[in-house]
Nanobody, 120 residues
């Protein structure tokens, strides 16, 4: 089994910054893509950013130039640095990873989410 545990959410004022972390643990041989998704109140879940095992990144247009995704392969951890936060960034942020177990095939896993609230 694999667990993804997010941390770093909270309440921040508009224009502020937060850094989210997501650590993967369990039966892991390798991790392919990792990413962050978010679900604003009463809306569908949406992609925020992804990063491949080779470090190639992709971002939603709404967060480009404000958010930065990175990963630490040795720690099986992905980060999301969020700057210049706006009220519309308020959402539950979910970590996602494609994990390959020893002797197995890649499978998609999700964390339980961490709430980010941007408000004055």
């Amino acid at each position: 089994q694999v667990q993804l545990v997010e941390s770093g959410g909270g309440l921040v004022q508009p224009g502020g910054s937060l850094r989210l972390s997501c650590a993967a643990s369990g039966s892991i041989f390798s991790i392919k893509a990792m990413g962050w998704y978010r679900q604003p109140p009463e809306k569908e879940r949406e992609l925020v950013a992804t990063i491949s095992s080779g470090g190639i990144t992709a971002y939603a247009d709404s967060v480009k130039s404000r958010f930065t995704i990175s990963r630490d392969g040795a720690k099986n951890t992905v980060y999301l640095q969020m700057n210049s936060l706006k009220p519309e960034d308020t959402a539950v942020y979910y970590c996602n990873a494609v994990v390959v177990p020893p002797g197995g095939y890649g499978r998609n896993y999700w964390g339980k989410g961490t709430l980010v609230t941007v408000s004055s």
